[in-house]
C-alpha cells in the first residue's frame, strides 16, 4: 500500500517556484518527523528540508532561503515551497517519514523537479 503520495514537481524556469505536497496516513504522519530528500543523477540522496512533529525545522545549506518545508497536522500532509529555483536543484525529490519512537522509515515513489536555464 502507498502511503505517502507526493504532488508538484515538474518542470520551471531558473528564478521560478514550485510546491511540493506530500500526504501521508494519520497514523504514520503523527508519529514521524517528515522531510524532503532529493537525488540528482550520479549524486547520492541528500536531505534537503526537516520538519519534527512540533514544526522545528532544518535546511541544508544550499537551499536555505530560499526553500520552506512546513506541517499541516490536520490534514497530514508536509510541503516544501521552492523559490528562486537554480539548474542545480534538478533532481527527483522525495517524502521521507521517520517514526520518532522505532526509527522506523517511509518513503514516496519520488517526483522529478526540472530548473532550465
Known amino acids: 500500500q502507498v502511503q505517502l503520495v507526493e504532488s508538484g514537481g515538474g518542470l520551471v524556469q531558473a528564478g521560478g517556484s514550485l510546491r511540493l505536497s506530500c500526504a501521508a496516513s494519520?497514523?504514520?504522519?503523527?508519529?514521524?518527523?517528515m522531510a524532503w530528500y532529493r537525488q540528482a543523477p550520479g549524486k547520492q540522496r541528500e536531505l534537503v528540508a526537516a520538519?519534527?512533529?512540533?514544526?522545528?525545522?532544518n535546511y541544508a545549506d544550499s537551499v536555505k532561503g530560499r526553500f520552506t518545508i512546513s506541517r499541516d497536522n490536520a490534514k497530514n500532509t508536509v510541503h516544501l515551497q521552492m523559490n528562486n529555483l537554480k539548474p542545480e536543484d534538478t533532481a527527483v525529490y522525495y517524502c521521507?517519514?521517520?517514526?520518532?519512537?522505532?526509527?522506523?522509515?517511509?518513503w514516496g515513489q519520488g517526483t522529478q523537479v526540472t530548473v532550465s536555464s
Open positions: 521521507n517519514a521517520e517514526n520518532i519512537w522505532n526509527k522506523s522509515e517511509y
Open positions: 494519520r497514523s504514520i504522519f503523527s508519529n514521524s518527523a
Open positions: 520538519i519534527s512533529r512540533g514544526g522545528r525545522t
